[in-house]
């Protein structure tokens, strides 16, 4: 049963122009929502997060937007450089986990941003 | 430089025998985790301890042991019980509290041979 999805495996867009990835998830007990960046045999680093008090945070080229009702959260980059490049994974943590760290994992998108 | 060390980068391991991955970490964090990557898959959680000496299983702990003697380290055993070994492991680390980030190592690249 998977709990948080990335429907698109991946994505393909221009530079300069926006690039949007997309994650749904099922369990309504989730309260915040993290994005993480992964390249090739490396460990993820921590991107940008949510929690489900709000719908929408930005840290400069990177907003996040969450749909409570729709159970949908998405990453816009804009503009999209190269080095953007990487397999981008959807994380949430439901409420009752009460710790950080222990996350439930979508199955990530890999984003190719062309010059 | 704070952070979390996984050693070793690639790992080969025989058919039948016990294999131990190493993660330690500068940060202070209370919590840590280990996940596992397959691919076209997300991380999945093996194990995670909130404090020294004590430690849960996740949703795929069958297979694997894991010990937390030290607040910096916690290594995870893959053993001979654990059907499909090959994979990508990442250990982790976080504050001890909700709606916090995990802090990620480079990873371990394990190959059953």
């Known amino acids: 049963d998977q709990q948080v999805k990335q429907n698109s495996p991946s994505l393909s867009v221009q530079e300069g122009r926006i690039s949007i990835l997309n994650c749904d998830y099922t369990n309504s007990m989730f309260d915040y929502f993290l994005w993480y960046k992964k390249y090739p045999a490396e460990g993820p680093t921590f991107l940008i997060s949510i929690s489900s008090i709000k719908d929408k945070n930005e840290d400069g080229r990177f907003t996040v937007f969450l749909n409570k009702s729709a159970k949908h959260l998405s990453l816009h980059i804009v503009p999209s450089q190269p080095g953007d490049s990487a397999v981008y994974f959807c994380?949430?943590?439901?409420?009752?986990?009460?710790?950080?760290?222990?996350?439930?994992f979508g199955q990530g998108t890999e984003l190719s941003v062309k010059p | 430089d704070g952070g979390i060390t996984q050693s070793p980068k690639y790992l080969f391991r025989k058919e039948g025998q016990n294999v131990t991955l190493s993660c330690e970490q500068n940060l202070n964090h209370d919590a840590m985790y280990w996940y596992r990557q397959d691919p076209g898959q997300g991380l999945r959680l093996i194990y995670y301890s909130q404090i020294v000496n004590d430690f849960q299983k996740g949703d795929i702990a069958e297979g694997y042991s894991v010990s937390r003697e030290k607040k910096e380290s916690f290594p995870l055993t893959v053993t001979s019980a654990q059907k499909n070994p090959t994979a990508f492991y990442l250990c982790?680390?976080?504050?001890?509290?909700?709606?916090?980030?995990?802090?990620f190592g480079q990873g371990t690249r394990l190959t059953v041979v």
């Open positions: 982790a680390s976080s504050m001890k509290r909700p709606n916090t980030e995990a802090f």
């Open positions: 994380a949430a943590s439901p409420i009752y986990y009460n710790q950080g760290g222990k996350l439930i």
